[in-house]
């Protein structure tokens, strides 16, 4: 075994993978640049630091399980103006993660609410956030179902382990009773505890109509909107404008 293979060897086994897999080359950039020593150390360091955020960028974004490839860079401000850009930058330094806070975007179907929703998540999962997807009749029926298995405690549990959870088109279905239920155990555990991002149809006056029950209604709005911001988008559907045009 050559001296390189060797220390290759000895950074794999202290879990410096990507140090070891480039070795060859940067050795040869720091005799390229006459780097010193400590230059050539931080180097490795840097390296394999990167290529670990990387690694865990892309495992992240796949656990979000986003449903489309929907980025801020391709939302169209010019037909959504009830909302700006810079509106939607000031929440990218992610301070309403870090506090805590909800995002709520209310509106008709077509206006970009997922898409926004979704390319917010993506820069989350960037700047290291975990983030889960979650259109709201999928977020029911996997409630439902650990409900009957006796396991809804444990599956809210695993839920609240992201720090933002975002939950799609909530309010297009009407909920049963039980739905209603779980879902307002979610949403009560993640309160002041983790972050929601939240798109629906219809304003919370008249959340009532979709839930069935005032009662249930009123708790899960509360818990929603405190230390939340909210964002109204109107406007004719971007999806059907496309559709007229084509």
Do not use: C
């Amino acid at each position: 075994m050559s001296q390189l293979e060797q220390t290759e060897a000895r950074y794999r086994s202290l879990r410096l993978s990507a140090a070891a897999d480039e070795l060859t080359n940067l050795l040869a950039e720091a005799e390229a640049n006459e780097m010193s020593y400590l230059s050539f150390a931080d180097r490795l360091a840097e390296h394999e630091l990167t290529q670990r955020q990387d690694k865990r960028i892309r495992r992240n974004r796949k656990m979000a399980a986003f449903p489309a490839e929907k980025r801020l860079e391709g939302f169209d401000y010019r037909h959504q103006t009830t909302i700006t850009k810079r509106q939607v930058n000031a929440l990218l330094d992610f301070q309403f993660i870090d506090e805590r806070n909800n995002l709520v975007f209310i509106g008709p179907p077509g206006v970009g609410k997922t898409h926004l929703a979704i390319g917010i998540g993506h820069k989350a999962v960037e700047a290291g956030y975990r983030v889960l997807f979650r259109n709201a009749l999928d977020l029911v029926e996997e409630l439902e179902l650990a409900e009957m298995k006796g396991e809804l405690k444990k599956r809210v549990s695993q839920l609240a382990k992201y720090d933002l959870l975002i939950i799609d088109e909530l309010g297009y279905l009407p909920m049963t009773r039980q739905a209603r239920y779980n879902l307002f155990q979610l949403i009560n555990s993640l309160y002041e505890y983790r972050s929601i991002i939240l798109t629906t149809n219809k304003d919370f006056t008249s959340w009532g109509e979709f839930f069935h029950d005032d009662n249930v209604a009123v708790p899960i709005i509360d818990r929603v909107i405190h230390h939340s911001h909210i964002f109204m988008l109107g406007g004719e559907s971007y999806r059907l404008k496309q559709k007229t045009t084509s």
